[in-house]
């Protein structure tokens, strides 16, 4: 008789939930499943308290995923719930837990559950460590999260910036690993299929900005950049898909003060996973005009779609899109972002291809899977 599969639990968002952690979550969990592993994600009955929650919902409209087995269980702010989960997960004895921690309001809750399974002498528990040090700071955060890190015995960050974030809290074993390609979007169509699809003029040249919007993107740079005399004269336009997470006024404010109006094609609803491959597939390039960054999940996104990107000198950006082979790397002000566009212009999208296609070849979730197990002491299945 073959063994036994090894049980391994996922935690972190996941559908019903919606967004970029949950889509990772579940590409994970197939590709743990691919290898041998019976797979369950541990995701949130309430992720965030309504009056926290920045966006409009946080749930998904679409169908939920029939191959995945996902447990909906997990209160972020109820103790009790923290206890029975932890408990419950205690006496099952996964062989592993992955967890992710991306903020530290999830520490309480998290650092609970695993601290309880922590008791059971048996099972490995390897973090996932999206953010270290939050992108918006807030007084306690460094408490909560060295509470988050004492159960777990091993690290994976997706950036060198996570990895020097980490090493302040902490010398438990840990390694860096390539955020993988989102390539559970579907593959890419024309870009005259994908325009045709979302209603965007057919021959216009357009660039994306594509995501949530926080401060920390630097939506408002990429604004300044096209207010710039040569944007205003390239015939460039700006795509910005994505749901605002902070005050929308501000923007809008901002556009009306350049006179941007007939420069943009604002789409700030939350893009759904099925319509996703054809924003990526519309644009010419993707810009990430971020002020601050550890890793971005728009970047394995553009990979996949072969879109050659622009990104600031920020974080583990640079690491990711190597300059004048996957994309152009900037500084992080609108003189320079607006110099960078027009280069991408001038280079065109096919100068890009070949770097393109060489780099995505590294963004593997076999390597981050294995990598995970390695930290785990458990062969790949």
């Given at each position: 008789?073959?063994?036994?599969?090894?049980?391994?639990?996922?935690?972190?968002?996941?559908?019903?939930?919606?967004?970029?952690?949950?889509?990772?979550?579940?590409?994970?969990?197939?590709?743990?499943?691919?290898?041998?592993?019976?797979?369950?994600?541990?995701?949130?009955?309430?992720?965030?308290?309504?009056?926290?929650?920045?966006?409009k919902t946080q749930y998904s409209s679409e169908p939920a995923p029939q191959d995945l087995d996902i447990k909906v269980c997990i209160n972020s702010v109820n103790p009790l719930n923290w206890l029975s989960v932890g408990n419950e997960l205690k006496a099952l004895s996964?062989?592993?837990?992955?967890?992710?921690?991306?903020?530290?309001?999830?520490?309480?809750?998290?650092?609970?559950?695993?601290?309880?399974?922590?008791?059971?002498?048996?099972?490995?528990?390897?973090?996932?460590?999206?953010?270290?040090?939050?992108?918006?700071?807030?007084?306690?955060?460094?408490?909560?999260?060295?509470?988050?890190?004492?159960?777990?015995?091993?690290?994976?960050?997706?950036?060198?910036?996570?990895?020097?974030?980490?090493?302040?809290?902490?010398?438990?074993?840990?390694?860096?690993?390539?955020h993988p390609l989102y390539d559970n979007f579907g593959e890419r169509v024309s870009k005259e299929e994908a325009r045709a699809k979302i209603s965007l003029p057919?021959?216009?040249?357009?660039?994306?900005?594509?995501?949530?919007?926080?401060?920390?993107?630097?939506?408002?740079?990429?604004?300044?950049?096209?207010?710039?005399?040569?944007?205003?004269?390239?015939?460039?336009?700006?795509?910005?898909?994505?749901?605002?997470?902070?005050?929308?006024?501000?923007?809008?404010?901002?556009?009306?003060?350049?006179?941007?109006?007939?420069?943009?094609?604002?789409?700030?609803?939350?893009?759904?996973?099925?319509?996703?491959?054809?924003?990526?597939?519309?644009?010419?390039?993707?810009?990430?005009?971020?002020?601050?960054?550890?890793?971005?999940?728009?970047?394995?996104?553009?990979?996949?779609?072969?879109?050659?990107?622009?990104?600031?000198?920020?974080?583990?950006?640079?690491?990711?899109?190597?300059?004048?082979?996957?994309?152009?790397?900037?500084?992080?002000?609108?003189?320079?972002?607006?110099?960078?566009?027009?280069?991408?212009?001038?280079?065109?999208?096919?100068?890009?291809?070949?770097?393109?296609?060489?780099?995505?070849?590294?963004?593997?979730?076999?390597?981050?899977?294995?990598?995970?197990?390695?930290?785990?002491?458990?062969?790949?299945?």
């Open positions: 008789m073959p063994p036994p599969s090894k049980k391994l639990i996922i935690i972190g968002p996941a559908h019903p939930l919606r967004g970029g952690l949950a889509s990772f979550n579940e590409r994970l969990a197939r590709q743990f499943m691919q290898q041998g592993f019976d797979v369950t994600i541990y995701t949130f009955s309430l992720q965030y308290p309504g009056f926290l929650f920045p966006g996964p062989d592993v837990i992955v967890v992710r921690y991306w903020l530290p309001f999830m520490a309480p809750a998290l650092g609970t559950i695993l601290s309880r399974v922590r008791k059971n002498n048996f099972t490995k528990i390897v973090c996932i460590a999206d953010n270290v040090i939050p992108h918006e700071r807030h007084k306690g955060d460094n408490t909560l999260t060295r509470y988050f890190f004492k159960p777990v015995h091993a690290f994976i960050t997706m950036s060198q910036k996570v990895m020097k974030d980490l090493v302040q809290f902490t010398s438990k074993p840990a390694e860096v690993a390539i057919a021959d216009e040249k357009i660039i994306l900005f594509f995501g949530f919007i926080r401060h920390y993107k630097g939506l408002d740079l990429l604004l300044r950049a096209m207010a710039d005399e040569r944007m205003r004269n390239s015939g460039i336009k700006l795509l910005v898909a994505g749901e605002f997470y902070e005050n929308r006024q501000q923007y809008d404010d901002l556009i009306k003060e350049l006179r941007l109006g007939d420069q943009l094609i604002l789409r700030t609803d939350f893009i759904a996973d099925s319509e996703v491959k054809y924003y990526l597939s519309a644009a010419d390039f993707v810009i990430q005009p971020y002020r601050d960054a550890t890793q971005s999940g728009v970047t394995p996104l553009a990979y996949h779609f072969e879109k050659p990107m622009l990104v600031t000198n920020v974080g583990g950006l640079p690491d990711m899109v190597p300059h004048d082979r996957a994309g152009i790397v900037t500084e992080a002000d609108p003189a320079s972002i607006a110099q960078g566009i027009l280069d991408l212009y001038e280079k065109g999208p096919e100068y890009f291809i070949t770097g393109l296609q060489s780099e995505k070849v590294k963004y593997s979730w076999e390597v981050l899977a294995n990598k995970i197990l390695r930290l785990a002491s458990l062969p790949s299945q």
